[in-house]
């Protein structure tokens, strides 16, 4: 069975749903049945890599006044609870497209997981711009990855029509947020439930995979 997690570096929810839906498939009993594929899903496509506001003050343009502090703090609380510290009054948004290609170059190598945490620590945590090719070659070295390869990824077009087709694929599912779960093909899902719950929409998704044919494409 196939369950695919689309996410985006900028996302806190993002960082959030990583810690939850790994607690979600740790307790699943047919873990190492499942295929799990991280997809690419821009939240800023077409930014460039220099910093603007910082992710504060972007959410201002859409949060009423009122509303924003009480949103923030849920954010990072949800953070706290996870073990993330996340400064939102530090971080700047900037264009994730080369952080995407450079996390399917490490999906490649087999080095994903370490290299996604790397890149949500180094945003959310450290305000680190992410857009930046140096910073991210930098960053791919602390995962693990080869520094010499991973410029080489990024001075190139390499992934980049992996990347399109995750957002294309993103679409064909109706996936408009993230973190957004496929699992075996259905209707997207938060991946920022708890765990418990995520647990149960996989559950129920193996159970019915045993029955009836898989609807992933």
């Known amino acids: 069975m196939k369950i695919e997690i689309y996410s985006d570096v900028l996302c806190p929810w993002c960082y959030i749903g990583k810690r939850r839906i790994a607690a979600a498939l740790d307790g699943f009993a047919h873990r190492d049945e499942l295929e799990i594929v991280w997809r690419s899903f821009e939240l800023a496509p077409g930014e460039g890599s220099e910093p603007g506001p910082t992710a504060a003050e972007a959410m201002a343009e859409w949060t009423a006044p009122d509303v924003l502090p009480g949103r923030i703090e849920l954010i990072k609380s949800q953070g706290r609870q996870e073990g993330l510290e996340l400064n939102?009054?530090?971080s700047r948004p900037?264009?994730?497209?080369d952080a995407h290609r450079l996390t399917?170059?490490?999906?490649?190598?087999?080095l994903l997981e370490p290299v996604m945490e790397r890149l949500f620590h180094a945003y959310h945590t450290e305000a680190l711009n992410v857009g930046d090719r140096e910073v991210l070659v930098r960053l791919a070295g602390e995962a693990g990855l080869d520094e010499a390869e991973a410029r080489e990824v990024l001075e190139s077009d390499r992934y980049a029509d992996a990347v399109v087709a995750d957002g294309n694929r993103a679409r064909q599912f109706n996936v408009t947020g993230v973190p957004s779960v496929v699992i075996d093909g259905r209707m997207p899902v938060s991946g920022v439930q708890a765990p418990e719950k995520l647990l149960t929409f996989i559950e129920r998704a193996w159970e019915r995979a045993q029955k009836e044919p898989a609807a992933s494409v």
């Open 88 to 90: 939102l009054h530090k």
């Open 94 to 97: 900037v264009g994730t497209f």
């Open 104 to 110: 399917h170059f490490a999906a490649e190598r087999g």
